[in-house]
């Protein structure tokens, strides 16, 4: 099944549900891995919305990428305590290491880094998250041992440390 098929099956699957925009959002992501920028069309004509209110709520949500990503997603939290507790010089550092501003895919297609906006684990300060796991008090080391894992040819996943 092609990808423009399977988004014209989850729009006829969550059109008619009330809010149904989110639900469909995040099916095409868990589905395609992304958000076709030439699907916000297909997207806007099935929930009778313009294109620029479903690219608003795409462009508002963090979590929708309108191209693919790497193989592992490495979010840092940019929210209030996390940049007390130095997630700033954290973030100049993994874009340094990485050779990637926000946004982009390391030329491995291992890694795409992301900002986040609290990650509900503030006590922990700097946080990231790896994929699905949360990094506590992450420092330039540890970011840099972190990724040295994830990139290992050898290791498919970091594992979480809270
Ligand atoms: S501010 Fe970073 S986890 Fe809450």
């Known amino acids: 099944m092609d990808k423009r098929t399977n988004i014209d099956q989850l729009i006829e699957q969550f059109k008619s549900l009330p809010g149904g925009l989110m639900p469909l959002l995040h099916a095409v992501k868990h589905d395609v891995g992304y958000i076709p920028d030439d699907s916000v069309e297909q997207i806007a004509k099935g929930f009778n919305l313009s294109r620029a209110e ?5 462009s508002f949500y963090h979590d ?5 990503t790497g193989q592992h997603c490495v979010q840092i939290c940019r ?8 997630s700033r010089q954290i973030e100049a550092h993994a874009k340094k290491s990485l050779g990637i ?19 509900g ?3 922990c300060s700097p946080s990231i998250r ?17 990724m040295a894992e994830l990139r290992s040819p050898a290791t498919t996943h970091a594992g979480g440390k809270k």
């Open 54 to 58: 479903v690219h608003g709520v795409i």
């Open 64 to 68: 929708f990428n309108t191209s693919p």
């Open 79 to 86: 929210a209030e305590a996390c940049q007390s507790m130095g």
């Open 101 to 119: 501003e926000y946004g982009e895919t390391t030329k491995d297609g291992k890694v795409t880094l992301q900002p986040v906006y609290c990650l």
């Open 121 to 123: 684990n503030c006590a």
């Open 130 to 146: 790896i994929d699905d796991d949360i990094h506590a008090r992450v420092s330039a080391a540890s970011f840099d041992q972190l």
